[in-house]
């Protein structure tokens, strides 16, 4: 069983890393630094994140070589595909031992 936390706020971000938020976030070096890793904070809705990967990379042959694409594990299934067809799907990074995705909308 997976333990999957939400979030929607950059406050919540900071609170999921057991950090405390500023009020003046935006100004705050974490913050940047996060942007830095590969967050995008610009145009999203709501977040998920998991010890765990949501999806793997599959390919075309079996020799690794050829087109590539995610795959979503069985048990996240449903969740994956609502993130992929809303709208312009998400965004994946991974940091602080977790899996971060945020899902962004048109």
């Not at 449903?78 to 977790?98: A, F, I, K, N």
């Amino acid at each position: 069983m997976r333990e999957v936390k939400i979030f929607s706020t950059v406050e919540e971000v900071y609170q999921i890393l057991g950090r405390e938020c500023p009020e003046k976030y935006w100004e705050d070096p974490f913050y940047d630094s996060l942007w830095d890793t590969g967050f995008n904070f610009d145009d999203w809705d709501i977040g998920f994140c998991c010890k765990e990967p949501f999806t793997f990379t599959e390919h075309e042959n079996d020799d690794g070589t050829g087109e590539e694409w995610e795959e979503a594990y069985d048990d996240v299934y449903w969740l994956v595909s609502q993130m992929t067809y809303y709208c312009v799907g998400y965004h994946h990074v991974e940091y602080g031992g977790y899996h971060w995705y945020t899902v962004h909308h048109a």
